[in-house]
Structure formats: structure tokens, C-alpha cells
């Protein structure tokens, strides 16, 4: 992978807001990094809305389930808090008489990841989301030595969302690998919106927008198109 920063090895895969897609975008670059011949490890920190990494609901599972090298393999290995309410970190730690630690947390990550690269994070929800009662998601990326993604919606409401999203990073001296803008949702944005999405972040911003990543029918298998945000990035 090709990046700026020392910290290319670990990408942290943050977004806009809460269900943006962020665990697609974490699912295709495990899969376009296995493709390249990688060896790519995942890792959802911090997991809300399930009771185990193995319920349904699960980011670990959902990215398991579709990497085929990671078939059969325990999505446990990729979470090291996982809380039943589908809240911001701190509280859904809090409605279980818990609280996250920072260190254990930053400790217990480099222990899993060892000698892998590149690592994978993916945060939960959006950048200003707290993680305790005096650490937001964003604090997470420098405490990781991570290099921040930014998955944002493509269609109406994203000029704002990610230009303010930028700035907290920017805020805190951490620059973008990127932007990529995530279309799932119907009806698809419309062409002339996307185009002035695009040049408003990108001018705006300073930073490139690698891309858009549309509907993906079959996980297991997207068509070769939705890698291509990914390869103007990386590689």
C-alpha cells in the first residue's frame, strides 16, 4: 500500500455518521488486500447492538463471513468490547456497569495484531462519539497510530457531514488517507448531485475523494468495479 504517512500499515475506518458503511468499506479492502497477496488482519475495537461478535448483528461476523480466507475462523479474534445495546461506546458500556479502558484497550490491540499488516480498524459510529466519559472515537486513531478513512454518505446532507468530519481530524493534526462515498441506499444519487458532492469535499476540503462505491448484490463476490476507489488510494 502506497500512503504519506508511517501509519499506512494501520487504516482506521471512520465515517460521517452511524450506519454510513463503514463495515463495507472495511470489507473491501480485506478482500482487496488478500487478492494482492496480503495477509490482512480486521479489527472492530469497540462492537455495540450484539451480545456476542458472533450474533448476526456482528460487524466481525458480517466481514468473516464474506472474506474466504476468514471462513471457519473465530470473529472473537477481531473485537475486544462487544455490549449488548446498540448505543454510543461509553453508554452501552455504562447500561452493563462497565467502562472501557484506553490503555487496556490500546494494549490489547497491539498483543492481537503482533507482526500483521496492514491492520483494519473500524470504529463505531461517526468521529465525535464517546468512547468514555472523556474519550471521543476520534482519539482512538492517533492512540492506535492509525491513519484515518472516511467512509460519507454520497447523496444530499455530505458537503456538510464531511467537511465538518475533516475538520475535527484536521483539528487534532491527522490528515485523510481519503474519502470514499458510500450509494447504497435507493433511489442511487443522482449524477449532476454526485459530481457537485464531489468537487464541494474536494475544494473544499483539500482532499481527494477516491471514489463512489454503489449497491453490492453478492458480498462474498462484488463486482470488480467496487475495488476501484481503493486501488486510486493504496495502490
Known amino acids: 500500500m502506497r500512503a504519506s504517512s508511517g501509519s499506512a500499515s494501520r487504516l482506521f475506518v471512520t465515517g460521517t455518521d452511524t450506519g454510513i458503511g463503514k463495515t463495507v468499506l472495511s470489507l473491501l479492502l480485506v478482500q482487496c488486500l488478500y487478492q494482492r497477496g496480503r495477509n490482512p488482519l480486521y479489527m472492530k475495537l469497540i462492537q455495540t447492538g450484539c451480545t456476542t461478535p458472533h ?28 455490549f449488548k445495546n446498540p448505543k454510543a461506546p461509553y453508554f452501552a458500556a455504562r447500561d452493563e456497569g462497565m467502562e472501557i479502558d484506553p490503555q487496556v484497550l490500546r494494549q490489547s490491540f497491539e498483543a492481537r495484531i503482533a507482526s500483521r499488516s496492514p491492520v483494519i480498524v473500524e470504529g463505531a459510529g461517526g468521529l465525535l462519539v464517546p468512547v468514555t466519559a472523556h474519550l471521543l472515537m476520534i482519539d482512538l486513531i492517533p492512540l492506535l497510530g492509525a491513519r484515518p478513512i472516511l467512509a460519507a454518505r454520497a447523496g444530499l446532507g455530505t458537503i456538510n457531514h464531511t ?30 448531485m454526485m459530481r457537485e458532492n464531489i468537487e464541494a469535499v474536494e475544494q473544499i476540503g483539500k482532499v481527494r475523494v477516491a471514489g463512489v462505491i454503489g449497491r453490492i448484490g453478492d ?17
Do not use: W
Request: net charge negative; proline share 9%.
Open 163 to 192: 467537511l465538518l468530519s475533516i475538520e475535527a481530524l484536521r483539528a487534532r493534526g491527522m490528515e485523510l488517507a481519503g474519502v470514499v462515498l458510500m450509494d447504497s441506499h435507493e433511489p442511487q444519487t443522482p449524477p449532476e
Open 55 to 82: 450474533d448476526a448483528e456482528s460487524d466481525a461476523r458480517f466481514i468473516y463471513d464474506h472474506v474466504p480466507e476468514l471462513r471457519g475462523k473465530d470473529p472473537g479474534d477481531s473485537v475486544l468490547y462487544c
Open 219 to 235: 458480498f462474498s463476490n462484488p463486482d470488480d468495479e467496487c475495488y476501484a476507489p481503493l486501488r486510486n488510494l493504496f495502490f
